[in-house]
């Protein structure tokens, strides 16, 4: 067949819109949205450009979708990046699927619309974040037992914990080492510091300053995910959360033994 070949022309076409619906649904994915929601997404593009799905697969490496237009079919897959949590990004690209879905838009047309919102969505700056994060976990210290002695050190734990968290995972680093690292300094921090002032909670205080770990979303999305009947993609989050509680309590055992604590 050559180049003018109407079948290979619409194969082409089929390709982009699948390409460009796999990309929306890979980002919903990174940004902690639930499996139901990253497929309803993906059909709002697919339907708005023209074409109807077939078949949607969210793994957590990786995704595929099948698209339809007549007697053309046609399967396409996408590796995932990093898992992580950014609801602004992820109300956005709903918002874009929505958009998408009432018709008058080109494939190129959202694909540049979907490079400014990740580009131009706003992120808070990471001192704020810091500061954010820290006051929480010395804050939940408070309702969990902890003395005001070990305020402080909870706070300053838990805030620089995070910072560093965030500069290790924009440079690539390992999410299951950083879980390591993080819960090393943060609970090592905060038991050095809440024993120096002579705080009666050091123990309840190292594990305080770790709570910015607890990956609250991805447990979160595991549960829903099995209940919606995906539970291909529920088990691989439960497992990352596991593994991610496993390397932090390994870092907050290390601080302890470094401190001389049981």
Not at 74 to 90: C, E, F, K, Q
Request: charged share 15%; aromatic share 4%.
């Amino acid at each position: 067949m050559t180049s003018d070949d109407p079948v290979r022309r619409k194969h082409r076409e089929l390709e982009k819109i699948a390409m460009t619906a796999l990309r929306l649904a890979r980002i919903l994915t990174e940004c902690g949205a639930r499996v139901k929601v990253v497929h309803e997404g993906a059909s709002l593009v697919v339907r708005g450009l023209g074409v109807e799905p077939v078949g949607i697969r969210t793994g957590y490496a990786s995704q595929e979708i099948t698209v339809r237009s007549g007697e053309n079919t046609i399967t396409r897959m996408m590796s995932m990046g990093s898992h992580g949590v950014n609801h602004r990004l992820d109300h956005v690209m709903r918002a874009l699927a929505v958009r998408v879905s009432q018709g008058g838009m080109s494939v190129e047309m959202v694909e540049r619309e979907m490079d400014r919102l990740v580009k131009g969505t706003p992120r808070h700056p990471l001192w704020l974040v810091a500061l954010a994060v820290g006051l929480a976990c010395a804050a939940f210290g408070r309702l969990l037992g902890i003395d005001w002695l070990a305020f402080g050190p909870v706070f300053l734990g838990g805030g620089l914990g995070q910072a560093v968290r965030m500069l290790l995972l924009r440079r690539g680093v390992n999410a299951y080492v950083v879980a390591t690292v993080i819960a090393f300094l943060a609970s090592a921090m905060a038991g050095f510091g809440a024993h120096l002032l002579g705080s009666g909670t050091v123990n309840l205080a190292m594990m305080a300053a770790i709570l910015l770990l607890v990956p609250g979303v991805p447990i979160t999305n595991a549960q829903t995910d099995i209940m919606d009947g995906y539970p291909s993609m529920g088990s691989a989050r439960a497992v990352s959360v596991l593994m991610v509680m496993i390397f932090a309590t390994t870092g907050v055992l290390i601080a302890e033994w470094l401190l001389g604590m049981r």
